[in-house]
């Protein structure tokens, strides 16, 4: 990810990411090998961390004080924007078996991981066989 000056173009930085960033205010989310971090935008330092136990994550939503976080492995993982504390997970789909090759935006069978939407009050998200999974009050 390259940060540039928004009044001049300059470029400020370079910070290392193998999945698309994410940005909310005064926020932006970065993973790089499996580390979700989040970086305060003033100065680009780490505000907390999150690192996800099969080595590949990506910021999918930052939405009503969370981020939602999809690892290559198959589990959901919501953290407090604030402090980063894992609020709660959920399974999306079997994990890889030992020794897979992972990659951030991928599933370990090769398939892109899609995003995650919400809407009134509930998250939905894809999940094995093409569920689609609503969380939140009917």
């Given at each position: 990810?390259i940060?540039?000056?928004?009044?001049?173009?300059?470029r400020?930085?370079?910070?290392?990411?193998?999945?698309?960033?994410?940005?909310?205010?005064?926020?932006?989310?970065?993973?790089?090998?499996?580390?979700?971090?989040?970086l305060?935008?003033?100065?680009y330092?780490?505000?907390?961390?999150?690192?996800?136990?099969?080595?590949?994550?990506?910021?999918?939503l930052?939405?009503?004080?969370?981020?939602?976080?999809?690892?290559?492995?198959?589990?959901?993982?919501?953290l407090?924007?604030?402090?980063?504390?894992?609020?709660?997970?959920?399974?999306?789909?079997?994990?890889?078996?030992?020794?897979?090759?992972?990659?951030?935006?991928?599933?370990?069978?090769?398939?892109?991981?899609?995003?995650?939407?919400?809407?009134?009050?509930?998250?939905?998200?894809?999940?094995d066989?093409?569920?689609?999974?609503?969380?939140?009050k009917?």
């Amino acid at each position: 990810m390259i940060a540039y000056d928004q009044k001049t173009g300059a470029r400020l930085r370079s910070l290392p990411a193998d999945a698309t960033p994410a940005f909310g205010p005064g926020r932006a989310y970065v993973a790089f090998r499996g580390v979700v971090k989040a970086l305060n935008t003033a100065t680009y330092q780490p505000v907390w961390s999150y690192r996800s136990p099969v080595g590949a994550a990506t910021v999918r939503l930052i939405a009503k004080g969370y981020v939602y976080i999809q690892d290559a492995g198959g589990e959901l993982v919501v953290l407090d924007k604030r402090s980063g504390r894992k609020m709660w997970s959920h399974r999306l789909w079997p994990a890889p078996p030992p020794d897979s090759n992972i990659i951030a935006e991928e599933d370990w069978s090769g398939w892109t991981v899609p995003g995650i939407a919400t809407a009134r009050g509930r998250l939905f998200t894809p999940a094995d066989g093409g569920l689609l999974i609503g969380f939140g009050k009917a």
